[in-house]
């Protein structure tokens, strides 16, 4: 019988950018839904004026949420991060928008000229960013 190996030392993540950029999309949809409020009471509206499900606003914030952290992946080892800032505020912009065309075209033109898909599209500009900005003065491989 041989002895068994002993645990090996944990070395760093090697991609630590996809734990923080979870992160960092959790706090980027909180942000949003926080300015969603904000907008409510100063535009005297509601996110969703359609009549629509309950769940039509859950899946759209989920699935922007994850283009949010992809495109924090995918920024962060590029040389700049515009092109993923941009593509990413893009991605926010047309999952609502086309999660309305799914619904209904009166409820798709709506949530392409509403003021809560531009904020969270202009918010979702800051996240690829920043994690790109942070892990760009880190020492290591990228």
Do not use: K, N
């Amino acid at each position: 019988m041989s002895a068994p190996t002993p645990p090996s030392e944990p070395g760093p993540p090697r991609h630590p950018e996809r734990v923080a950029g979870l992160f960092v999309a959790v706090v980027w949809a909180a942000c949003t839904f926080a300015v969603f409020g904000v907008l409510a009471v100063l535009l005297d509206r509601d996110p969703v004026e359609a009549p629509v499900g309950p769940y039509f606003g859950i899946v759209v914030i989920l699935l922007s949420l994850a283009a949010v952290y992809l495109g924090i992946v995918v920024t962060v080892p590029a040389r700049r991060p515009w092109l993923g800032a941009v593509g990413t505020a893009a991605g926010v912009y047309l999952v609502p928008v086309v999660a309305a065309a799914l619904v209904d075209l009166d409820l798709m033109l709506e949530q392409a000229a509403s003021p809560f898909v531009l904020a969270a599209a202009l918010l979702a500009l800051a996240p690829p960013v920043a994690c790109w900005a942070w892990f760009a003065r880190r020492p290591g491989p990228r």
